[in-house]
């Protein structure tokens, strides 16, 4: 006897809809599809308002000195191929005429750019067989009606899915407190990742930059290479400056898995004797040793804990993980040579736009106090991970539907060890968080290895959901 089951629910317009096609929701839809090969045509939308997948906001980048910042053969879509990139970009260097992305030891540090051409062509026959669809729009919007999700684009378009994953970048960098009063001054450069931030800065002009990160490497790489001669001042609360990989060859060493600690304080004593017990190693050894190990270490320590490493051990944890290309290294060193690049430990009490310049006044250590005065201030204090849902936008309104949380930590949004989005500790059914987002739970997961193990992830538990959702609304006899 054939009994048929009876779907009382609309068509929708798409299984799955994936917000953000940067890297990680290229890297989603890319093993999904691999893992899902009887998906049909459009099952899976991916919205993006950039024209080429796998670009986002680092690997879209088209300045030339904006490297990766590690070597390419730590760099893949596929944990199971970790040499991926390095051997296509093997094969495709002849086409970027980049004899700097070669080092004497061997290692190879491409552009940004072309890490992110090689996601596109990966995700590329995805797009030409139909099964994912790019979506060139940005979402407003994303509505739940009770039975499916609703999303809405700023060109009008509402498209209706089962399951949804967020996995936008991260959110656009904020001014400092004390620097919002001259926030609109043309002077100020908010956001250093906007296209073409620096092209009219004159090449004599007094910079002060507002970081001494990453972001503040790159903008000094740039300005380098297009002709600026002047002064250079980085500030930052501790001074601290983005550190270099090692010039010999590398292997971890150190376990921090086992009987993991319960402290912060309890993990930088840790730390600190594994450094002492190998001299003659270089430091990255134990500090790559603890990046493969985040997950557990950071999975051990208590919410009060983990809040406490955030607060007191995270800026002296990301000089040391977040490494600069030796390219960008080199830049940093000759302009620190040359007395054109200053980086202080200080804190900006406050800042005055005068017609001669804008002014800040900092405080130091020790509570000495001092001005500097400079024609362009630009920021690099990265993602305002504290505004994530207050700034408009579909985030904002999808927490105050109810549906996302911040994270107990402050670093994303709450999410599930399943990736499922989290509100008072309870899952919201179809709703999915993935890449830099989750860190509040995954811990590291800012490095690119730690990116893609997570996209992977993600993208097995929405093959075994969808499994499940398509198996049950067969017809069964």
């Keep these: 006897m054939n009994v048929e089951v009876h ?58 000195q904006h490297r990766i910042n590690v070597p390419a053969s730590r760099m893949s879509i596929d944990t199971d191929k970790p040499d991926d990139f390095a051997q296509w970009f093997k094969w495709h260097s002849h086409e970027t005429c980049d004899p700097e992305a070669f080092l004497p030891s061997g290692d190879v540090y491409p552009t940004r750019s072309e890490f992110g051409r090689y996601l596109f062509e990966r995700i590329t026959p995805s797009l030409v067989n139909e099964t994912l669809r ?160 985040g997950k557990a270490i950071w999975t051990a320590l208590p919410p009060t804990e983990q809040r406490r490493l955030v607060r007191h051990l995270r800026p002296f944890w990301d000089v040391h993980r977040f490494r600069i290309a030796p390219q960008v290294e080199r830049a940093l060193n000759l302009r620190s040579e040359t007395g054109s690049l200053t980086v202080l430990a200080a804190r900006i009490e406050r800042a ?53 949380q911040k994270d107990p930590v402050g670093l994303g949004l709450w999410t599930g060890e399943d990736h499922a989005a989290l509100v008072g500790g309870r899952p919201v059914s179809g709703l999915f968080i993935a890449g830099p987002l989750s860190r509040g739970t995954f811990g590291e997961l800012m490095g690119f290895p730690e990116v893609t193990a997570n996209a992977q992830s993600v993208a097995a538990r929405l093959a075994d959901i969808l499994q499940i959702s398509t198996h049950s609304e067969q017809v069964h006899s």
Aim: aromatic share 4%.
């Design 134 to 293: 790019h979506v060139q729009d940005a979402v407003v919007a994303v509505q739940h009606d009770g039975q499916h999700w609703l999303i809405h684009t700023a060109q009008g378009t509402v498209f209706t899915v089962s399951d949804v994953v967020i996995a936008t970048s991260h959110p656009a960098p904020a001014l400092p407190y004390p620097l919002e009063e001259i926030a609109h001054d043309p002077r100020v450069i908010s956001d250093p990742w906007a296209k073409n931030a620096f092209k009219t800065i004159d090449p004599r002009a007094r910079i002060a930059i507002v970081g001494t990160g990453l972001t503040m490497a790159d903008v000094v790489a740039t300005l380098t290479a297009q002709g600026h001669l002047g002064s250079i001042t980085a500030v930052s609360r501790r001074g601290l400056r983005s550190r270099g990989h090692s010039p010999q060859p590398t292997s971890l060493f150190g376990d921090f898995s086992t009987n993991p600690e319960q402290t912060a304080l309890g993990l930088l004593t840790r730390i600190r004797k594994t450094l002492s017990l190998a001299p003659d190693r270089p430091w990255q050894d134990v500090l790559d040793a603890v990046r493969r190990q």
């Design 7 to 64: 779907i009382s629910r609309p068509p929708v317009s798409a299984t799955l809809a994936i917000i953000g096609g940067g890297a990680t929701g290229t890297m989603i839809a890319y093993h999904l599809l691999r893992k899902r090969r009887d998906l049909g045509v459009g099952s899976v939308v991916i919205f993006e308002p950039r024209t080429r997948l796998g670009a986002g906001v680092a690997y879209g980048s088209t300045d030339p």
């Design 352 to 404: 005055e736009a005068t017609p001669e310049g804008i002014i800040l006044h900092l405080r130091g250590r020790g509570g000495r106090t001092r001005a500097i005065r400079t024609d362009i201030l630009i920021n690099t204090t990265g993602p305002d991970h504290a505004g994530i849902l207050t700034k408009p936008g579909f985030l904002s309104r999808l927490a105050q539907d109810g549906f996302v």
